[in-house]
């Protein structure tokens, strides 16, 4: 095995030519028996494929220079924390299409700094660190001085939030710095590189400034160390081009990117004359909205249409690589504009790791292993593991050493905040009457068809959306698994040399190859999990670990302190890389989620004293959660599904009079146990009851 951090030594034409993320190079030859070539960097450094991890400036630099348009988008902070639960999960959802960046307003004073849910720190920290978004927070200083400031950005820094658009603000003039640019030359005094800071542009003049003090304004920020402009909202082509050009004239020579507000109903028309009162809607615009004030849907239609245009216009004329789309925290009419402009992205094709990643860049830069279990619920994961100080980064290592937070460290607002009772009654059944309920859920949302009441499925209380592609190439499998109440909530396929570029299981830099093992993790009836752990005798080539809700009735095959490797990478002049892994350990911190999950998710949308709340929790009691690893991933799997054929083969052979459970209230037979306990204490091959 490679030690971590070993340099492999690298001879010229082992790799494509057109391989320019590569760092081989042959110095010299001196003569045939002797070659002098450059060692390779870290195979754990990820900068080569980590491109997310370059700063937003770098990013939108590469943009320009590839000729590549992008966009972004801007939201404000609710005044509610149902309001910011709900604007988290817009804002997840609008990231999908991978806008650049996006940015969070700032309310006057320190109120937008607090911990508070609606707070503008808070829902940028909650963008950056759970939801993988880039995110820049709006920062104005009117209103605090220097300590304040220093204060508001340190946590910003904290969070790992690395983008801010500096402002003055609108009440200004008893602050201690008055105008924008000495704002931005204070942070660079004070934080030096750490932030990208962007700053605001006025197309028609700022509007306590005439048109040329504002341009003179502007150059004072790039001066004084800004990155990026971001224009004010625009709805004339040659009014922009007259900006972009006077500022090219005054020598302010960093990206422009031009604001759009696609008007999307009455009222954001109304708004608009009140947070741009110095920029002129055209008169034809504005009449046609007027014409069709009660009707939303046709104005939003109306509005689309014109930023459709005028943006293609920008890009014709070369005036902005990108665009700032005020979205007034609405999706539909956002959504439909960059569809429209054909930016919306839906290339998944280069991940550089097949499991979400944090939009933190000091995350992003030391963590390369997780554990599979939260692969469904990769924000779960993120924040109970927000506390560390370091990531698990070439090896997961000791996994007694990572201190998870406690579950109720998971319940953050976006994550708690109650769903609509109602909608999830419709998913998940509008009462539980047996197990036969809870089957078909599952069922339906494996196969991505309505369920008895006629609604689709769209998530589990394991998983956070529909299944992953890869798992929808072992769907008949699971639906088989499900279909004999083998609750699954979580799997993948085995894969032998895939392609890293592969659509479906492709990840990490070019010219590698992607393996994986079969595995699969379901909840089971304690009947059904004695015979699963019957039958793991004749499976040698299968890790497993078992366990019951309590956790006192334990099994698994994993050595002390150790872990199995789920998906590994072969790449070119590195070390192989393993990004997901199994653990033991790691298994019962998770465990202890899944079956909280039950009474937490799906359990409390029916009524304390429930008939359906009662019958889930007498089911869940009798379950155990069960996760098979097929270690020959050679065979795509095969051990792993003769196995639970098996099982299901002896499940429909097995009388429903045989009562396994004995009495035990969902601990297995201890006879079995003990039984078990002396194979192993005796040297035979056996299952090993975890202590």
Not at 262 to 282: E, G, T
Not at 498 to 527: L, M, V
Not at 597 to 606: A, D, P, T
Request: charged share 25%; with cysteine.
């Amino acid at each position: 095995m490679i030690e971590k951090g070993f340099k492999m030594p690298c001879i010229g034409n082992l790799m494509a030519e057109d391989d320019m993320e590569s760092r081989w190079e042959v110095e010299s030859i001196s003569d045939s028996s002797e070659m002098k070539f450059e060692l390779c960097e870290s195979p754990t450094n990820f900068e080569y494929c980590h491109d997310d991890n370059r700063t937003l400036i770098e990013k939108i630099k590469s943009k320009i220079k590839n000729g590549t348009k992008f966009y972004s988008l801007e939201f404000f902070p609710p005044r509610t924390s149902d309001g910011a639960a709900n604007l988290v999960g817009r804002m997840d959802r609008m990231n999908k299409g991978k806008p650049l960046f996006m940015d969070i307003t700032w309310h006057a004073g320190k109120s937008s700094a607090s911990s508070k849910v609606c707070s503008s720190m808070t829902i940028a920290s909650t963008a950056v660190n759970y939801c993988g978004i880039e995110a820049m927070l709006h920062v104005t200083s009117d209103g605090l001085d220097s300590s304040d400031l220093k204060e508001i950005l340190t946590t910003a820094r904290s969070h790992g939030i690395r983008n801010i658009m500096a402002l003055s603000g609108d009440n200004n003039s008893d602050s201690e710095f008055k105008y924008a640019s000495e704002f931005v030359a204070w942070i660079r005094a004070e934080f030096g590189d750490t932030f990208v800071i962007a700053v605001a542009g006025y197309p028609e003049g700022h509007p306590d400034s005439t048109y040329e003090e504002s341009l003179v304004h502007l150059k004072q920020k790039v001066d004084a160390g800004a990155d990026f402009i971001v224009s004010q909202l625009i709805f004339d082509v040659q009014k922009y081009e007259r900006f972009v050009n006077d500022a090219a004239k005054a020598g302010i020579n960093i990206p422009i990117i031009a604001g759009i507000l696609p008007i999307q109903n009455y009222d954001s028309l109304r708004k608009l004359k009140k947070i741009a009162c110095n920029v002129a809607v055209p008169k034809l615009l504005a009449e046609t909205i007027e014409d069709n004030k009660d009707d939303d849907e046709k104005i939003r239609e109306i509005g689309v249409n014109y930023s459709v245009e005028l943006i293609e216009s920008l890009f014709e004329l070369s005036l902005t690589p990108g665009v700032h789309i005020y979205t007034l925290n609405r999706e539909i009419g956002p959504n439909k504009l960059v569809k429209e402009l054909s930016l919306y992205s839906k290339d998944n094709s280069r991940r550089h790791f097949p499991w979400q990643p944090t939009g933190n860049s000091d995350r992003l830069a030391s963590e390369d292993v997780r554990p599979v279990y939260w692969a469904m619920r990769p924000k779960s994961y993120m924040t109970r593991t927000k506390e560390w100080d370091e990531f698990p980064n070439g090896r997961w290592g000791n996994s007694s050493n990572p201190a998870f937070g406690d579950l109720d460290d998971y319940h953050l607002f976006y994550m708690s905040k109650p769903a609509n009772a109602k909608k999830l009654r419709e998913m998940w059944g509008k009462d539980i009457r047996n197990i036969d309920d809870i089957r078909d859920i599952f069922m339906s949302f494996v196969k991505g068809t309505p369920n008895r009441q006629g609604y689709n499925v769209m998530s589990l209380p394991w998983a956070d959306d529909q299944l992953k592609p890869e798992s929808m190439l072992i769907q008949d499998r699971i639906l088989t698994l499900n279909s004999n109440y083998l609750f699954t909530v979580n799997s993948q396929p085995a894969v032998n040399c895939a392609k890293s570029n592969d659509q479906t299981f492709g990840w990490g830099p070019k010219n590698g190859y992607i393996y994986q093992k079969a595995y699969i993790e379901f909840f089971a009836q304690a009947k059904d999990t004695k015979m699963i752990i019957e039958k793991l005798k004749k499976y040698p080539v299968l890790s497993y670990t078992i366990s019951n809700k309590s956790g006192n009735d334990c099994y698994t095959n994993y050595k002390k302190n150790s872990s199995v490797a789920l998906t590994w990478g072969v790449f070119p002049g590195r070390e192989i890389l393993q990004p997901t892994i199994a653990d033991y350990k790691t298994f019962l911190i998770w465990k202890d989620e899944a079956f909280a999950l039950w009474q937490e998710k799906w359990g409390v949308i029916y009524g304390k004293e429930s008939d359906s709340r009662r019958i889930l929790d007498e089911i869940v009691d009798d379950m155990y959660l069960v996760c098979l690893i097929d270690n020959d991933f050679v065979t795509g799997g095969k051990n792993l599904w003769e196995f639970l054929d098996d099982v299901i083969a002896d499940k429909n052979r097995t009388s429903e009079s045989t009562d396994l459970n004995n009495g035990n209230n969902g601990k297995l037979d201890s006879n079995f146990t003990h039984i078990l306990d002396l194979q192993n204490s005796n040297g035979r091959a056996g299952l090993n009851r975890a202590s």
